[in-house]
């Protein structure tokens, strides 16, 4: 999850820099927030937990038009 989401919100290599970004390759993601990971009272009620993360991330409007 963690290398999709990064893959799927940056711009490949060979497009940086560019004035304008063509459509077929801009992010189709944004990255919102920092990792939320388990509180320590968590873990003492469910100590699988200890290794979860809670990763988020929105959906572009460029994106939402090839899904519908």
């Known amino acids: 999850v963690k290398r ?3 893959e799927q ?5 060979p ?6 970004i063509p459509t077929e390759v801009q ?5 919102v927030g920092k990792v939320i990971k ?7 009620m469910n100590p699988r937990a ?9 959906r572009l409007a460029s ?3 090839a899904v519908a």
């Open 27 to 31: 992010p189709s993601v944004k990255t």
């Open 63 to 65: 994106d939402v038009a």
């Open 9 to 13: 919100a940056s711009v490949p290599e």
């Open 38 to 44: 388990a509180t320590a009272a968590e873990v003492e």
């Open 15 to 20: 497009y940086r820099g560019l004035p304008e």
């Open 4 to 6: 999709f989401m990064r």
């Open 50 to 58: 200890r290794s979860a993360r809670l990763r988020t991330a929105e």
